[in-house]
């Protein structure tokens, strides 16, 4: 299935500066390694050791954070928006 | 330097006031690749804790989408600590992510003052930067 992943700034390092890539996988895992073959470390900064999706990474796929369609068993068709956009988070609680 | 309005900056401790002791957050944005932030929204802080905050993931994608059509990017991103000093966390330094952002802090954990700091996060690095109040110069905005 060939969709076009949106890349955010901090992970254009990845794609020459492409704000935009073409990829394929049946599903998001599938699309992830895809994805890396041709841009190196890009699913190492979206997949943990465990095989997850990072908890401070959001992923969509038209516009549906993929946490509420099965996340990387999510699947994906034809013409499919994915959005790959860093968490914005943090606050107080580590020690200063 | 973040260059900021002076009502913006007045509306976003108005806000960090309002959530306590809720953390408060936002963005305010900005043309790209202007270093002008010039819109201010609130965002939900879907953690609604005293010392987390985290951008409704849909909230996330529909701000950014807009900006993306609207050629802005977020020019500064705020949120509040309500019971310690306006200096970014362990865990603030290592969630930032827009490595062009300014990222200001607000500190509500005083009822009597509004302590309001930005910084550059990049890289894992902090650099604390001066705060400059100006005048609304710009189209009025939201």
Same mark, same amino acid.
């Given at each position: 299935m060939?969709?076009?992943v949106k890349i955010p700034t901090i992970l254009r390092t990845y794609t020459d500066g492409?704000?935009?890539v073409p990829g394929e996988g049946e599903n998001?895992?599938?699309?992830?390694?895809?994805?890396?073959?041709?841009?190196?470390?890009?699913?190492?900064?979206?997949?943990?050791?465990?095989?997850a999706l990072h908890r401070f990474v959001n992923v969509?796929?038209?516009d549906e954070d993929v946490r509420f369609t099965g996340s990387l068993e999510?699947?994906?068709?034809?013409?499919?928006?994915v959005t790959i956009l860093p968490a914005v988070a943090g606050g107080a609680d580590a020690a200063q | 330097m973040l260059r900021?309005?002076?009502?913006?900056?007045?509306?976003?401790?108005a806000h960090a006031r309002r959530d306590h002791p809720n953390e408060a957050c936002g963005v305010v944005a900005g043309p790209a690749g202007s270093d002008r932030p010039e819109r201010l929204v609130e965002m939900t802080n879907a953690a609604g804790s005293p010392t987390f905050y985290q951008f409704d993931s849909r909230e996330q994608l529909k701000l950014w989408q807009a900006m993306d059509d609207a050629d802005e990017e977020?020019?500064?991103?705020?949120?509040?600590?309500?019971?310690?000093? $306006?200096? %970014?966390?362990? *865990?603030?330094?290592?969630?930032?992510q827009e490595p062009n952002a300014h990222y200001v802090l607000v500190?509500? $954990?005083? %009822?009597?003052? *509004?302590?309001?700091?930005?910084?550059?996060?990049?890289g894992g690095q902090v650099s604390e930067e001066p705060v400059e109040l100006v005048a609304d110069a710009g189209p009025a905005g939201g």
């Open positions: 060939a969709v076009e492409a704000k935009s998001l895992a599938a699309l992830l390694d895809d994805l890396d073959s041709r841009h190196a470390g890009l699913k190492g900064r979206l997949v943990t050791e465990d095989g969509y796929v038209n999510t699947k994906l068709s034809d013409g499919d928006a | 900021l309005p002076a009502a913006i900056h007045d509306a976003i401790i977020p020019v500064v991103i705020y949120h509040s600590h309500t019971a310690t000093e $306006a200096y %970014p966390s362990r *865990t603030d330094i290592n969630l930032a500190s509500t $954990a005083d %009822p009597d003052s *509004t302590e309001f700091r930005s910084y550059r996060i990049v």
